[in-house]
């Protein structure tokens, strides 16, 4: 870990270039999550829209597992791509994972074992896997493009080049947006309109992120992981891969029980509908993990103050939205989301208010044991919310109780209990400190 800095600047002067640095990337987690959004609109759009909102939150959760393998990728880059080494074994290192990852979506989608795997997990009829199968053959290409997306988007914030990802996501958005209402007013059916739009997309952003990369690039004035070996690397990232494979491995647990209970679909789509919109404000806390690895080893509790601020800002907007007629505005005026999916949205997002609280502390430890390199705490965590998140599931289902609120519950109840697991492992990291 990089030696601690003292600070000098005023507080406020800190705060500011806190700011300056933050605004674009929660400008980015935003503009991501923004069309998920425009997803669910159009999937509303069509005649049985409870039946394409599920059977997309199907494909999505098979999706998911692998693909996030790679969400932590740009705070790899961020932490160990300092040096021309790092650049090199970091980049070479997740083109392989990327690889890796693409093959059993790929077996998801063109074979017949793969598509019966799917199928029992989620206890689906043969109409709705022959779509999640059709959903996934186009999906498989973007975890390769997603990992080499997500590095070099990594090494941007690393030089600071935070406007330029803002810029590179909003355009990239812009472009899905586009494709999704294209293909709407083309009628190319929910299947090929999602996919065109998101292959589009993907490959856009990647390209000028490379671009960008190239040409604004400048690497630290000081380099660090001059020695970096393909162990070290796996060191870090298999932890924090395990913690991306979890949070992905948490709608598909839900959507399994969902769809077993006598709401079915209606409940698996609306669960999908308040989990997306919720995420809006979850990005906010999101983006603090490459907040506090720039800026925490400088002035800790800067940072800290920040991150609270923030955090408390977001509960507020959420809960401003969520319990006035906003909610009804965005989700009925904006996205045409159907009065019997509407409802039970609504529901699961009054209970999960309390949510981007609870993502800012988990993200505020997890800024501890990234800088801190020891990644090991995010996967304990990320177990044993997968954990809390089946129990609870099973406990319900079993009483009869689960539905589409209860699972908001059970959501908010899992990142609890990987709060709680960073909270343990950060003070570990601490108390070696003070003793060595």
């Keep these: 870990m990089r030696p ?9 002067q800190k705060q500011k270039e806190y700011w300056r640095f933050y605004w674009p990337l929660a400008l980015m987690g935003v503009a991501m999550v923004v069309g998920r959004q425009f997803e669910n609109r159009v999937l509303a759009g069509y005649e049985d829209a409870a039946r394409e909102l599920a059977t997309f939150a199907f494909a999505m959760s098979v999706f998911w597992p692998f693909a996030a393998i790679l969400a932590f990728v740009p705070q790899m880059a961020n932490v160990l791509g300092r040096s021309r080494r790092g650049h090199s074994v970091c980049l070479r290192f997740t083109m392989g994972v990327s690889l890796a990852i693409t093959l059993p979506i790929a077996a998801a989608g063109f074979t017949a074992p793969g598509a019966a795997v799917v199928a029992w997990v989620f206890e689906l009829d043969a109409e709705t896997t022959r779509t999640v199968v059709s959903y996934l053959r186009f999906l498989a290409p973007l975890a390769l493009m997603g990992g080499l997306r997500q590095y070099y988007t990594g090494m941007l914030v690393q030089a600071r080049r935070t406007g330029l990802v803002t810029a590179l996501n909003v355009l990239a958005l812009a472009v899905l947006i586009g494709g999704l209402l294209l293909g709407l007013r083309q009628d190319w059916g929910p299947v090929w309109t999602l996919a065109v739009a998101r292959l589009v997309s993907g490959g856009l952003h990647l390209g000028l992120a490379m671009l960008l990369y190239v040409l604004y690039y400048r690497p630290p004035a000081r380099p660090e992981h001059e020695d970096l070996t393909y162990r070290d690397v796996f060191a870090f990232f298999w932890p924090v891969a395990v913690t991306g494979v979890m949070f992905a491995f948490s709608r598909p647990i839900l959507y399994a029980f969902l769809n077993r209970t006598s709401g079915g679909k209606v409940a698996v789509a609306a669960t999908r509908v308040a989990f997306d919109f919720s995420m809006l404000f979850g990005s906010f806390a999101n983006q603090f993990r490459h907040f506090f690895v ?23 907007l959420m809960a401003a939205i969520v319990f006035t007629p906003l909610v009804d505005l965005v989700l009925r005026g904006l996205l045409n989301i159907p009065d019997h999916v509407y409802t039970p949205a609504v529901q699961a997002l009054r209970v999960m208010c309390i949510w981007p609280a609870v993502m800012s502390a988990r993200n ?18 990320g177990l044993c919310r997968v954990g809390a998140i089946y129990s609870a599931c099973s406990l319900l289902y079993a009483a009869g109780l689960l539905n589409h609120a209860w699972a908001g519950g059970v959501l908010v109840l899992g990142f609890a209990a990987e709060a709680t697991v960073a909270v343990v492992f950060a003070r570990r990291i601490h108390a070696r400190r003070v003793t060595a």
């Design 294 to 316: 720039t800026f925490a080893s400088h002035d800790l509790a800067g940072v800290r103050r920040f991150m609270v601020r923030i955090g408390a800002a977001v509960v507020v």
């Design 364 to 381: 505020y430890f997890h800024g501890h044991l990234l800088l801190g390199r020891r990644t090991v705490g995010m996967a304990v965590g």
């Design 4 to 12: 601690p800095v003292q600070e000098t600047r005023p507080a406020l």
